[in-house]
């Protein structure tokens, strides 16, 4: 099988962003964007849908975490989105209901090549740790239209917006590992338009 990884570099005024991806690894992580709890969540994405994850970061933080976190989402999306190819042979679609501790997370995903973002969630607070709360919606709404796939999220229940948090970062990785799952049995790609 051809190995699924990819390299992404963006630069703009306010952020610089490197990533590579290998879809097909092992957790490993090595990332740096600056913010103590973002680079957490992209640590625990990484761990637990199995991909290898190098992040490189630098942003405007004296602003706020915004251009930073919103910009990793673009490129992680563009990421994805190389590193899976033409997309044949793949589920293309995940799905998982994830528990931590008192929070339940759903995350559905379609990776049909048609954008789509829907959250259906709140936080209570306006930071955790250095990160702020508005910036999960961003992250996923920029990941979802960059790597062109259709994203649903929802905070079923929960208390605590750092394991809201964690548990959707957790529920998008095993989603996507699962809709990037090669299934043998899918000779061309999973669509009756024969195209994604």
């Not at 600056?34 to 957490?40: E, I, L, V």
């Not at 042979?89 to 090549?113: H, N, Q």
């Not at 239209?145 to 394991?163: F, Q």
Request: glycine share 10%.
């Amino acid at each position: 099988m051809e190995k699924r990884v990819s390299t992404v570099a963006r630069k703009t005024k306010e952020t610089d962003i490197s990533i590579s991806l290998n879809i097909d690894g092992s957790g490993i992580s090595n990332i740096e964007t600056g913010n103590g709890f973002f680079d957490h969540m992209l640590d625990g994405f990484t761990r637990h849908g199995l991909f290898d994850l190098t992040v490189k970061a630098k942003g405007d933080l004296n602003v706020d975490c915004h251009h930073t976190v919103e910009d990793t989402g673009i490129v992680l999306g563009q990421a994805i989105a190389q590193a899976v190819g033409d997309k044949k042979g793949i589920k293309r679609y995940g799905s998982m209901i994830l528990p931590m501790d008192e929070t339940l997370v759903m995350c559905a995903i379609d990776l049909s090549g048609r954008p789509y973002f829907v959250m259906d969630g709140e936080f209570s607070s306006p930071m955790v740790g250095d990160f702020d709360t508005q910036m999960v919606r961003e992250f996923f709404y920029a990941v979802s239209y960059s790597a062109g796939m259709n994203l649903h999220l929802r905070i079923i229940t929960g208390h605590n917006d750092h394991h809201k948090i964690e548990a959707l970062f957790k529920a998008f990785s095993k989603a996507l590992d699962e809709a990037t799952t090669i299934d043998l049995r899918i000779t061309d790609v999973l669509s009756t338009k024969g195209a994604l």
